[in-house]
Nanobody, 124 residues
Framework: VQLQASGGGLVQPGGSLRLSCAVSGFKVDFYAIGWFRRAPAKEREWVSC????????YHADSVKGRYTISRDNANKTVYLQMNSLKPEDSAGYYCAADHRASRCSVSPRDYDYWGPGTQVTVSS
């Protein structure tokens, strides 16, 4: 079982990045996928999640209107499009899988599998 996040980097305020979460080793269309982030000296924060077939998706208030989660089950990949980035969005971003396919949980305890993060730095 593997989740691999990629697409992070250094971007100026107001810029965009698209993160990808590539999944292998399990049937991705049976799992809800969430994105979390953790900045230095801060708690892990739920960012977004999407149900197994993509019928439901949710975003944290802090990113609503700027971030969009989507998934391509045929290619076993979940995306997080991030626009209008702010310095406070800087963090390690992690994707995780929850076998309760139709649920979109904000609690990291509900997720079964995690991948290593990808770093996003928003700075001029």
């Amino acid at each position: 079982v593997q989740l691999q996040a990629s697409g992070g980097g250094l971007v100026q305020p107001g810029g965009s990045l698209r993160l990808s979460c590539a999944v292998s080793g399990f049937k991705v269309d049976f799992y809800a996928i969430g994105w979390f982030r953790r900045a230095p000296a801060k708690e892990r924060e739920w960012v977004s999640c999407i149900s197994s077939r993509g019928g439901s998706s949710y975003h944290a208030d802090s990113v609503k209107g700027r971030y969009t989660i989507s998934r391509d089950n045929a290619n076993k990949t979940v995306y997080l499009q991030m626009n209008s980035l702010k310095p406070e969005d800087s963090a390690g971003y992690y994707c995780a899988a929850d076998h309760r396919a139709s649920r979109c949980s904000v609690s990291p305890r509900d997720y079964d599998y995690w991948g290593p993060g990808t770093q996003v730095t928003v700075s001029s």
